[in-house]
């Protein structure tokens, strides 16, 4: 069970991730497929070229947050950005 500190700063990523949806115009299911690509690419940085064309082309990050080598800490934030992206989608938080 996450303690209280932990349950904050999952609030507060939802209310990130809610507000990056918005601003971008981004439906779930983009930020959910990135993180599955990030996870691939995790396992095979030869897929790291795909993944940051796609993300890229979202409008959500520019080139200065997408290093032209894969960074497997920026990966990560991917991997747990399309975890709790698809959650949140699961439960109703982002809406219909």
Known sequence: MADANQQKQIQEA???IKNLLKQTGQKPDILIQLGNMAEATLKDKALYPSFRQKALSTGINDESD???QPNPFTLS???ALGKLTSEMAQTGELGA
């Open 77 to 79: 934030i991917y991997v």
């Open 66 to 68: 997408l290093p032209p």
């Open 14 to 16: 939802k209310f990130e």
